[in-house]
């Protein structure tokens, strides 16, 4: 569709996922993360594929100069960004808030809101000024529903609820759309990230039951990216059919 999209935490999961998808509908991208070497793969796989052009933008959305002066910096051909997808973000540890580790916790606050703050604030004045623009933050059915040992995980996602209502209240008079997607189970390396490593722990995650995939979000994200100018889809939970909400599951 000729738009410029751009997706932070592209490098797997979801928004590997979101940047097939895009790319197939033939958008352009500024793929991010901090993993450069798998931003590269992506680009020449996507640019091999499809008739778009993929730019690399690593950086940890945490750092707050770097993330400002990448985006401020952008070659004026990429600048006039028409949808950013705040996708970056994990979960470390599944600990009782009395055993969870600080430097976990500070991880996961300054990634999934400090980050998605970052970027989303260096991002906007460009949509802004075209009075167009579409941001779709990556929530979490944890931010609705606190399950045990979830808790600063859980408490990131609500913030990213809030932040996504404060956003689309703000950004009405700049026909900025805001859309918050609340996603239940979805197989990616997010638990591998979560347990550390722990495939076995990881792997537990997504058995009993048919988990949504990466792709299964993307679909879902690009069909709301693209409905008609005057339409907004301003929140979206989406589960696996086995799951009920964040906490009841249907296992065999
Ligand atoms: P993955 O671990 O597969 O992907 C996470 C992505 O985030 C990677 O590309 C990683 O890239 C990137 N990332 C992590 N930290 C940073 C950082 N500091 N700066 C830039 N990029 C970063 O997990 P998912 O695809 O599942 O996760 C994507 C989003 O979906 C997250 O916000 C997660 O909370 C959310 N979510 C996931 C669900 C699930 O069940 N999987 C359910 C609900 C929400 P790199 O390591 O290269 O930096
Ligand atoms: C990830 C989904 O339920 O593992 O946000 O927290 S959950």
């Given at each position: 569709m000729n738009r410029i999209v751009f997706i932070t935490g592209a490098t797997s999961g979801i928004g590997k996922a979101c940047a097939e998808a895009f790319a197939s509908a033939g958008d352009h991208l500024i793929i991010n993360g901090r993993r450069e070497e798998r931003l590269e793969a992506i680009k020449n796989e996507l640019t091999e594929n499809h008739a778009i052009r993929v730019l690399t933008l690593p950086f940890d959305v945490s750092d707050k100069n770097t993330v400002f002066d990448a985006i401020y910096n952008l070659p004026d051909e990429w600048k006039n960004i028409d949808i950013l997808v705040n996708?970056?973000?994990?979960?470390?540890?599944?600990?009782?808030?009395?055993?969870?580790?600080?430097?976990?916790?500070?991880?996961?606050?300054?990634?999934?809101?400090?980050?998605?703050?970052?970027?989303?604030?260096?991002?906007?004045?460009?949509?802004?000024?075209?009075?167009?623009?579409?941001?779709?933050?990556?929530?979490?059915?944890?931010?609705?529903?606190?399950?045990?040992?979830?808790?600063?995980?859980?408490?990131?996602?609500?913030?990213?609820?809030?932040?996504?209502?404060?956003?689309?209240?703000?950004?009405?008079?700049h026909n900025i759309k805001v859309t918050n997607i609340k996603p239940g189970a979805v197989d990616t390396e997010f638990s591998l990230v979560r347990f550390k490593g722990d495939n076995d722990k990881a792997a537990q995650t997504y058995t009993g039951f048919k988990p949504l995939s990466g792709e299964d979000i993307a679909q879902t994200i690009l069909y709301c990216t693209s409905l008609p100018d005057h339409v907004c889809i301003n929140d979206l939970t989406i589960t696996p059919t086995a799951q009920a909400n964040g906490v009841y599951f249907f296992k065999k």
């Open positions: 996708n970056a973000g994990l979960a470390l540890g599944k600990d009782l808030f009395n055993d969870a580790h600080l430097h976990d916790w500070e991880t996961m606050i300054e990634t999934n809101v400090t980050g998605l703050l970052y970027v989303s604030k260096a991002v906007i004045p460009v949509m802004i000024k075209n009075n167009k623009g579409h941001i779709i933050n990556i929530s979490s059915i944890a931010g609705d529903f606190v399950y045990q040992s979830g808790n600063i995980y859980c408490a990131t996602k609500s913030a990213v609820n809030a932040i996504s209502e404060g956003m689309r209240t703000d950004m009405l008079p």
